[in-house]
């Protein structure tokens, strides 16, 4: 159990409010975790004038930190998050000026990842809180966006929308086919145990590691990646799910054999490199 590979396919560093990449690089390895992939939290958690493409450059940054002074190995994921066009429209900014900002920001995403800054677009889709219909249709459109974007840069793209079942699969799998880009290829964040093909229509699910979701996406098998969405905040310590979360829950499975080294690796590994089109270097 030693040389366990174990990928957290949504956890967050943050400097700033947070311990930082390389502390919680180090409690996640501790742990027993190997690779993280990071994606950049929303400009105002750096500083109010934080531009799009600076939040983006930051996680870059931190990939790097974490690269270079742990033994675990990270990847960034670069993009604007959907909260963004909220709070633009919130403060003022029209609906179109608003949308133009989004796209520009997510072109720049596109770019760091041709470039080889980065390894996806996200995280991307549409608020989890009540708006506008004149604002959600912004949200469709910048998802179909992003879609055609990572289609054409060959990568992956994370979604953060509400709490999603079989009927919002089905929606995403339909923008997917709508862009061209492979339905795996979509990964719908902090999902539930929607791991048939029947329930997610062909998108990627990562499970939040809690026990019961993985516990029950087991049942069906193991067609999924798990995550944390840790947020890195002092002032929410352990929000949303810890950093030795996803090695811990691992292992622990692995101990009482509702987990085979086969499927460790199926999860952590072959699911990995599959969905982002990557090598892990383990």
């Known amino acids: 159990m030693e040389n366990l590979p174990i990928t957290d396919n949504h956890i967050h560093v943050d400097p700033v409010n947070g311990e930082g990449p390389v502390e919680v690089a180090r409690k996640f390895h501790r742990a027993g975790g190997t ?39 990270a990847y960034a994921v670069v993009g604007a998050h959907p909260a963004e066009l909220s709070r633009l429209v919130r403060e003022g900014t029209e609906l179109e ?26 995280e991307i889709g549409r608020p989890h809180y009540e708006i506008s219909p004149e604002e959600m249709e912004i949200h469709h459109r910048l998802m179909i966006y992003a879609m055609e974007l990572a289609r054409e840069a060959d990568c992956a793209v994370q979604l953060h929308t509400e709490s999603s079942g079989e009927e919002q699969f089905r929606e995403f799998a339909e923008m997917a086919s709508k862009t061209g880009i ?91 490199e599959r969905v982002y089109g990557v090598k892990l270097d383990l």
């Not at 000026?97 to 677009?121: F, H, P, S, T």
Request: with cysteine.
């Open 35 to 73: 690779v993280m992939i990071i994606p950049n939290k929303p400009t105002w958690t750096l500083n109010e004038k934080c531009t799009f493409q600076e939040a983006m450059e930051q996680v870059i940054k931190y990939v790097e930190e974490i690269n270079n002074n742990t033994e675990v190995k």
């Open 97 to 122: 000026k608003a949308e133009e900002l989004m796209r520009e920001a997510l072109k720049g995403a596109q770019k760091l990842v041709l470039e080889g800054e980065a390894l996806a677009i996200g």
């Open 182 to 272: 492979k339905k795996q290829r979509v990964i719908k964040h902090f999902s539930g145990p929607y791991v048939l093909e029947e329930e997610n229509h062909g998108i990627t699910a990562s499970l939040i590691a809690t026990k019961k979701v993985i516990t029950a996406g087991l049942k069906k098998g193991t067609n999924f990646l798990m995550e944390t969405d840790y947020l890195d905040m002092k002032s929410r310590p352990g929000a949303v799910l810890g950093p030795k979360t996803v090695p811990r829950r691992t292992r622990g499975l692995l101990q009482n054999r509702i987990l085979s080294e086969e499927d460790v690796h199926k999860i952590h590994v072959d699911n990995v």
